[in-house]
């Protein structure tokens, strides 16, 4: 997956979640899969698989994900097994772990960046030049 955009290497999952539109949840969001969240969250997610916030999607609270793509906010602590994808329209408030992180250009983080014990960050910065990209995650 070397030098590949996440979207670019996931595979359609039968196991995806869909929180869209004006929906607001407070509490815990788990589970296996991927999680496309386009709504308002005021807790915790803990999911294995992508984690991808739309454009109008937010977070307030602590995020644990499989790989994470972030076009809309998040504010809180994120733990993240692979790597991170920040889009320019993404915003971050709070410390990032993660393995891998890709920031495009116009993204916001206001927060710190670490790695998992032992192993080295691999930083990647991007400009979003394909449309179907800069819309969001199918």
Known sequence: MENKRISDSCADSETRSLLLGATRVTGL?????????????????????????????????KVTAGNMILSGQVQGRVTVKERIEIRSSGRMKGNIVCQKISIAEGAFLDGEVHTHKGKALAPDYFTEKRKELQAGAE
């Open 29 to 61: 969001i788990s589970g296996p899969g991927d999680l496309v969240l386009d709504g308002e969250l005021q807790g915790d997610i803990a999911i294995d698989g992508l984690l991808f916030v739309g454009e109008n999607g937010s977070v307030r609270g």
